[in-house]
């Protein structure tokens, strides 16, 4: 199967809006809801594709059982994680978010190249089944109701739409990198802060003209990020009593450097 999974590549700090891409994507082709992987320094993508609870599996099958009460399929044992719930067959693609890749190991891009070219994963634990246990039934990431696999297989229809985050922290892997598209987003202006504040509340009052000014001259002199503008804007709505810098002083954290 050759590879049509769309990779999108977002290089920012954070609170400038890298994750809500995914959501804009799903939102504008209909998609089904997001799919999420915040990576963290422990991510493996095996874990991402799928868990499967050994030890759960285990005690319950040392407890003693009603006759009324069958015992439970390893398929209760096993659940996909977005990843690997991300590349289940289905008539239109799925979203996923990566967020923070950057946060992961050195070698999780490179984990994810294979995975991605070819769209298909095994499960070691079901493929070892007998053959009148071939077909079970696993729990997904997304959902109570289970998806059935054929011999621990699981093989996208349509490649799903992958949204790779990333703050900026180090560079990845050429290969890698060959196989993105990457996207900046760059520090909005004046107009375009104020129709993000506006796209939040509807009809903004009294005082956002006085935030806009000071958060435009923090921002002159370092790193703010869209967010955290919107942090200021809404006490100040909600009626809290300070001045422009007073208030901006309690929200306001430099994503960067000193204040």
Same mark, same amino acid.
């Given at each position: 199967?050759?590879?049509?999974?769309?990779?999108?590549?977002?290089?920012?700090?954070?609170?400038?809006?890298?994750?809500?891409?995914?959501?804009?994507?799903?939102?504008?082709?209909?998609?089904?809801?997001?799919?999420?992987?915040?990576?963290?320094?422990?991510?493996?993508?095996?874990?991402?594709?799928?868990?499967?609870?050994?030890?759960?599996?285990?005690?319950?099958?040392?407890?003693?059982?009603?006759?009324?009460?069958?015992?439970?399929?390893?398929?209760?044992?096993?659940?996909?994680?977005?990843?690997?719930?991300?590349?289940?067959?289905?008539?239109?693609?799925?979203?996923?978010?990566?967020?923070?890749?950057?946060?992961?190991?050195?070698?999780?891009?490179?984990?994810?190249?294979?995975?991605?070219?070819?769209?298909?994963?095994?499960?070691?634990?079901?493929?070892?089944?007998?053959?009148?246990?071939?077909?079970?039934?696993?729990?997904?990431?997304?959902?109570?109701?289970?998806?059935?696999?054929?011999?621990?297989?699981?093989?996208?229809?349509?490649?799903?739409?992958? /949204?790779?985050?990333?703050? &900026?922290?180090? %560079?990845?892997?050429? *290969? #890698? +990198?060959? =196989?993105?598209? @990457?996207?900046? !987003?760059?520090?909005?202006?004046?107009?375009?802060?104020?129709?993000?504040?506006?796209?939040?509340? /509807?009809?903004?009052?009294? &005082?956002?003209? %006085?935030?806009?000014? *000071? #958060? +435009?001259? =923090?921002?002159? @002199?370092?790193? !703010?990020?869209?967010?955290?503008?919107?942090?200021?804007?809404?006490?100040?709505?909600?009626?809290?009593?300070?001045?422009?810098? &007073?208030?901006?002083?309690?929200?306001?954290?430099? +994503?960067?450097?000193?204040?």
């Amino acid at each position: 199967m050759a590879s049509r999974t769309r990779l999108r590549r977002s290089s920012n700090p954070a609170g400038t809006g890298k994750s809500s891409l995914a959501y804009a994507i799903a939102h504008e082709l209909a998609l089904d809801t997001v799919l999420t992987w915040p990576v963290n320094s422990r991510s493996t993508v095996r874990d991402a594709l799928y868990q499967y609870d050994a030890v759960g599996r285990l005690r319950e099958s040392n407890l003693p059982r009603k006759i009324d009460k069958p015992d439970l399929d390893i398929g209760s044992y096993v659940r996909l994680g977005p990843l690997g719930t991300a590349l289940l067959p289905s008539e239109r693609p799925r979203v996923l978010l990566v967020d923070e890749l950057d946060k992961g190991d050195l070698d999780l891009p490179n984990d994810l190249l294979t995975l991605f070219e070819e769209g298909q994963f095994e499960i070691p634990e079901l493929a070892r089944l007998p053959e009148g246990q071939a077909t079970v039934p696993v729990m997904t990431a997304d959902s109570d109701q289970r998806d059935l696999l054929e011999r621990g297989r699981v093989r996208c229809a349509e490649f799903p739409v992958v /949204v790779i985050t990333s703050n &900026g922290e180090r %560079e990845f892997p050429p *290969a #890698f +990198l060959r =196989r993105c598209v @990457r996207l900046d !987003l760059p520090d909005p202006d004046e107009e375009r802060l104020r129709a993000i504040i506006a796209a939040h509340l /509807v009809e903004p009052e009294a &005082g956002v003209d %006085e935030l806009m000014a *000071a #958060f +435009l001259n =923090r921002r002159a @002199r370092g790193e !703010l990020a869209p967010d955290q503008l919107l942090n200021a804007v809404f006490p100040r709505i909600a009626g809290v009593d300070l001045d422009a810098d &007073g208030l901006l002083d309690a929200v306001l954290h430099r +994503l960067g450097g000193t204040v």
